[in-house]
């Protein structure tokens, strides 16, 4: 099936249980991943936990979607699992239309590298390496030299994110909001089909926050950039275009844009509920 199929447009990508039987592709939906019939179980027999519980659902390509739910309701591994860095007990993973939970731990490293960005909370750069040095790692891993075309958009970015001004200077002598520019242009160069933010802001300021947060937003907005945050906080997730709540290991609900004040109320009636 292709992306102009005349039922593609119309399947809302939840509705479909199994992408497989129906030889259609992420793609032809619009997604940039999608999982479907997730589960994930840690240890055996009476100490078993369920963290994921046949969650299907996709990420539309150049959306800006949170992830949110209380702690312990499989945020995390349900990002790590998208993001090849766990593996499932049931269920399928795609990124793009790879089926990630075929490949090999060596494909994944390389899908990792070359297709998936990171931004975390604790920013995770290289402290012996400069702004330039940190924002290249992957092309550095990936072995090779970024094109003309690559270079200039990492200039672009190296501008939109202030860093230019900063570009010889080492992780301890940026503050934190520029520290996370700096991982936000890391996770940005290579153009990456998704980018991962876990709690992105959780070592900032508000006011630092809502920064980092609105160069997110705008890296989506304008550049069609696909990203997936984890968050618990609900004026960070009030950024995103879609919102996706967790629960004792399943989606209780989807929605779209919401406010700060809407994602608090839902987020404490399933606190209440609990
Ligand atoms: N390696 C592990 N071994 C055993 N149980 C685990 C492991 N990792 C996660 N869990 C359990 O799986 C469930 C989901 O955990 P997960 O870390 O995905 O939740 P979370 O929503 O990200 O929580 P938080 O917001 O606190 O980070 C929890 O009950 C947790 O204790």
Known sequence: MTA?????????????????DMQIQP???????????????????????TALDDVSLGLRRGEFTAIMGPSGSGKSTLMHIMAGLDSPSA???????????????????????RRIGFIFQS?????????????????????RRPTRDEQAWIDEL??????????????????GGQQQRVAIARALATRPDLVFADEPTGNLDSRTGREVLGLLAAASARYGQSIAMVTHDPVAASHADRILYLADGRIVRDSGRSSAEEISSFMLSMEVAA
Not at 4 to 20: D, F, K, M, Q, T
Request: glycine fraction near 10%; hydrophobic fraction near 40%.
């Open 4 to 20: 102009n199929h005349p039922s593609a447009g119309c399947l809302a990508p939840w509705a479909i249980r199994s992408v497989e």
């Open 27 to 49: 793609s032809d939906l619009g997604l940039i991943a999608r999982v479907a019939e997730l589960g994930k179980r840690y240890g055996t027999g009476a100490s078993t936990v």
């Open 91 to 113: 269920g399928q993973v795609w990124l793009g239309d790879t089926d990630i939970t075929e490949l090999s731990d060596s494909a994944l490293t390389v899908l990792r590298r």
């Open 123 to 143: 920013f995770n750069l290289v402290p012996t390496l400069d702004v330039r040095g940190n924002v290249m790692l992957p092309f550095d891993l990936d072995g």
């Open 158 to 175: 190296f501008d939109t994110l202030g860093l230019r001004p900063r570009i010889g200077h080492r992780p301890h002598e940026l503050s």
